[in-house]
């Protein structure tokens, strides 16, 4: 029989084509084909002649007289499917079936099909399509590959800076054969990174916990997620959890949570969660005990196995199991004798074993520190690049697996882990895609994010909010307040919207030597706009506002003294790549605070840094705002908080110690030579007592507290009541807004385990954030459980390698600090006999 040749035409109804699935049941909405499965049979004409020949490897279900002599193609969105047949229908004339697998990598929903044949393709009709499942479609997608294949997916492209497509930071190049996309990596935790461009600067990730709001922070996940995107990048590197109470002069306290394993643990996971809605690979970072810069790829952390389970990471189980986070990034330190990008026990035994993760381990950059040792331990990819995977500097993997000193099942498990975490963050259905992003809405997020996250530690007589209509003069001091407010650096560092107000060359601190001190020596000191001398002037038109930049601490003085009130903005820049050498700001910041305060009590001082600060000129002032590093809308924020158009209720996620002397470890330990490769010991003995714990432990009074935080209000706890059941409990109690102005109290409760666990005194184990109009009172229920993630009943038990509650008495605490005096007894319950 001759037939027209090639003239594809799928047969549809309304652009949905007529397809069906082996039962010859409808494929539609209501019965999709799931990619990477289900056999689907496509009605055409149009494919030409029919011989004796079938398609290679193809079954023949029907008369091999009615298989079309050449073999057509078959894509699902851009995804080849597997052709199993194509012929005539028996018994219909011109009607043709063409056989197919649904592609793997087909894109659920609606997808476009077509039908190519000999040069000629049909019309696009479309087919429902059902997202696989992520293992099935991983190991559909590994029985295809070559061994080349499988090796290119677990390193990064051999190519320094700037490394890939669209300026990726860090790449792993896709394999279009099977239609698997290149996976595309941009920092970082408090926007995109500053090498893609300008993008949103939102506050500190420090400002964002210090909301003590899931909402807010899915918000400034949001603002990350929707830009990471917009620059055509697919896997988010920000999610860091470490905690920085162990070290808070650690340069990168602002990248991250604070001290408190389950507020940085939920906070982070909002972050995480709120960018991988947006179809990318989030990241928590850096996996795990990284708390220094000081030496930081030398850095030999020892600790206990309790110490570090009850905090650091605890902090990383809570991120992780909150937020599905489908990458953690390995560090440069290492832990109990091995490095963290090949440690064993963290890799395979506690993340992958008892947490269950699923996803995939990569190195931070350039801290992978083996082949397969490393692949053994459980590092899954190499970052930057494939110097020892890739076998690049020592032999590779593939050599490994030819020398039997890796098993091919090894390899396989981390592609399987690099696939399954691209389909379950979408990567297959929704290709990353460069476009623009809603700046005005990021802004007026990252504006939001400091109003909730900035904290009021002092205000004396009311200093605080100003009333704009009864001052005459203010004085603007310090910081380059007239420009804008500072950022913080290394690669969390983010080019504003709409350029730096102002950059400067950073004086780096001794400890800025060695292996990652450049990310402190080439970076600049970046002052995102929005002056708060202009957003002062606008709350306060009627007023002379006058600046003086603070370097004159005289000048500063005398201006100070002719105001009626006096704002002081002081700075304390820190990066990655570096750690502060005390708390104190730097230069003659502390005694232009001193001076100004001493010409006018009328003074409030304004902080913008990275963690814990001391205050030593605290009594002289009239008030302290914290603003953390503000963000691109730090200034109006800061304004409104001062005028009191946002009312201030951000509490502190960290400790402000007294004295570094009141730290673990009053002197950050270094390595002799910092040039040196030698790995040099950094002992926690404070093991879990981190932050608050350690000093409630020791009985150390700090500057301010965690959890603490003034309002323009002043809330009221009532009625508090307690019920306990089993390992549940739940704190009840009426909460009023006794002051004259709308405001939120976060209400905390905290848990005093029986003596016999050696637990601190007190742990936070829940909190909400409670919004009130004056006078507004509302019931309140905070419910504990100790089957959520962060185990807020129980203790490490070494001995059984679990989780355990221990019996005998719990107190449980509410109030709104970590402060004995900032807490009541909210009763106590029994555990056991
Ligand atoms: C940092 C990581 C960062 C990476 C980017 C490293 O220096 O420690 O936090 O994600 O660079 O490549």
Known sequence: ????????????????????????????????????????????????????????????????????????????????????????????????????????????????????????????????????????????????????????????????????????????????????????????????????????????????????????????????????????????????????????????????????????????????????????????????????????????????????????????????KDSNAQSVMCSYNMVNGAYACQNDFLLNGVLKGDWGFQGFVASDAFATQSSAAAALAGLDQEQMGGYYFGGVWAPGLESAIQSGQMPQSRLDDMVHRILRAMFVAGLFNHPSAAGSFDAAADAAIAQEALEQGAVLLKNSAGLLPLDASKIGSIAVIGSHSD??????????????????????????????VGPGAAACTNAKEVFDPSSPLAAIQAQAPKASVQFNDGTDTAAAAAL?????????????????????????????????????????????????????????????????????????????????????????????????????????????????????????????????????????VNRISPLFPFGFGLSYSNFAFSNVSLAANGQQFQVTFDLTNTGGVTGAEVAQVYLGLPASTGEPPRRLVGWSKVFLQPGQKRSVTIAVDNADSSHPLSYWDVNSESWQVAPGDYTVYLGNSSASTGLTVAGAFHVGQ
């Open 1 to 320: 029989m001759n037939l027209a040749p090639f003239a594809p035409a799928i047969f549809n109804i309304n652009g949905r084509g007529i397809i069906q699935d082996a039962s010859y049941r409808l494929i539609d909405a209501s019965h999709p084909a799931v990619a990477g499965s289900t056999p689907i049979a496509i009605y055409c004409t149009g494919l030409g002649p029919v011989g004796h020949q079938p398609p290679s490897g193809a079954a023949a279900l029907v008369s091999p007289l009615s298989q079309t002599t050449t073999t057509p193609t078959v894509t699902v969105g851009n995804a080849p499917a597997l052709v199993t047949f194509s012929g005539l229908v028996p018994g219909l004339v011109g009607v043709y079936q063409v056989n197919a697998v649904t592609p793997v990598t087909a894109p659920a929903g609606d997808a476009p099909l077509v039908v190519s044949i000999g040069g000629a393709t049909s019309n696009t009709v479309s087919m429902a399509v059902q997202a696989p499942d992520p293992d099935q479609a991983a190991d559909a997608l590994i029985a295809q590959m070559t061994l080349d294949e499988e090796l290119q997916l677990v390193h990064g492209a051999y190519i320094v800076n700037p490394v890939g497509p669209l300026g990726a930071e860090e790449w792993v190049p896709g394999i279009p054969r099977l239609n698997i996309p290149d996976l595309l990596y941009a920092d970082g935790p408090v926007g995109v990174y500053a090498s893609f461009g300008p993008a949103t600067a939102l506050p500190s990730a420090m400002a964002s916990a210090a909301s003590w709001d899931l909402n807010e922070a899915a918000k400034y996940g949001t603002a990350i997620g929707t830009e990471v995107r917009a620059y055509g990048m697919n896997v988010w590197l920000g999610g860091n959890v470490n905690l920085g109470g162990r070290e808070p002069r650690n340069g990168r306290t602002f990248e991250a949570a604070g001290e408190d394993p389950l507020l940085a643990g939920k906070i982070k996971a909002a972050h995480v969660r709120a960018v991988q809605d947006h179809y990318l690979i989030g990241t928590l970072k850096h996996y795990a005990l990284n708390d220094q810069e000081t030496g930081r790829t030398t850095a030999a952390v020892v600790t206990s196995e309790r110490g570090e389970r009850e905090s650091d990471l605890l902090a990383f189980e809570i991120a992780l």
């Open 560 to 696: 100070a003294q002719s105001s009626s009130v006096a704002i002081v903005f002081v700075s304390q820049w820190e990066s990655e790549g570096m750690d502060l050498p005390d708390l104190n700001f730097s230069g003659n910041q502390d005694a232009l605070v001193a001076a100004v305060a001493a010409a006018n009590p009328r003074t409030i001082v304004v902080m913008e840094n990275g963690g814990p600060q001391l205050a030593p000129w605290l009594p002289q002032v009239g008030a302290l705002l914290e603003a953390w590093y503000p963000g691109q809308r730090g200034g109006q924020a800061i304004a409104n908080l001062l005028f009191g158009s946002v009312n201030p209720s951000g509490k502190l996620p960290i400790t402000f110690p007294a004295s570094v002397s009141d730290l673990p470890r009053p002197v950050i330990p270094a390595p002799i030579d910092p040039s040196s490769s030698t790995p040099f010991r950094v002992d926690y003995t404070e093991g879990f007592n981190v932050g608050y714990k350690w000093y409630d």
């Open 483 to 512: 420009v804008g407010v500072l950022s913080g650096g290394g690669s969390a560092q983010v080019i504003p919207v709409g350029g730096p107000a102002l950059t400067l060359s950073p004086q780096c601190p001794p400890s800025a």
